[in-house]
């Protein structure tokens, strides 16, 4: 008996060796930079679901990296995206601001452009199930994750943390139903993205979409999830442990339930 459960630990463990996850830096559509991280692809398991990652204010950095590698150990082929360009994100926080804003001036046509890079690129990989296609985002990479499943292009869950939970500028677009089922992570006490612009939200759904979750964390700022946030002394912007460790939780079994 001890040899069985000897021999079942060891091929576990071993079958766990076998099974790194693969990763690298993608050069994709326009001078875009992406990180890709996805379990070895096996015969037996020729397709995988995949999770787009979109970044914060800050562009892409190890944070969202650090995400695509937790979400490929939960199985999926992850994909760090990027909204800011090879030669976007600066090394200052004005600098970034300065770029988020220039590109939500342009939310219908660069940032969408983008987004839907992002969508391309992961749709292209021949080990990717493209009907099981999610994406998640924090702050603005919320609002992005967002305009995905706005798009009506096939995504089947989105998750926002902390996101920016604005309409979609275009009438067009606002009037289109939403298949893909959302589920939106906020902070009680936003600033950035207040309850006023949270109840706009839950309007907007309740409007167009058939299935979305929203939940609020108590005591929670703005980018919750974003540890190391509070070196920045960002006004009304700080991690909160407990919100982060649930709302990652909940993503999970959202992520589970809609794409595994
Ligand atoms: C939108 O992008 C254009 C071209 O890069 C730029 O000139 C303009 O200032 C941007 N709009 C906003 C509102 O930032
Ligand atoms: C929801 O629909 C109602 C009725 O059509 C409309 O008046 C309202 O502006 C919509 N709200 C949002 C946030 O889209
Ligand atoms: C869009 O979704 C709303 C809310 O779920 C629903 O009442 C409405 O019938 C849908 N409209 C269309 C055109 O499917
Ligand atoms: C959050 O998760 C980490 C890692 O699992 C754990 O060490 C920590 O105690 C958790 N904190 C709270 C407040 O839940």
Redesign the pocket.
Known sequence: MLKLILSIYFSLSSCYCKNPLVEKLVDYSNNLQGFLVHPVIQKQIPKRPAIIIFHAFTGRTEFENEKARSLAKLGYVAFAADTYGKTGSTETIEGNFEIMKHILGNRTTILRERILAAWTFINSLDFVDSNRIGSIGYCYGGLCSLDLARFEIGLKAAVSFHGTLLKYPEESENLK??SCAIQAHHGDLDIHTNNEEASNFIEEM?????DWQFLRYSNAEHAFTLFGVDDFKIPGASYNEKASNRSWSYMQVFLAEKLL
């Open positions: 139903n939403i309740r409007n167009r979409s058939m």
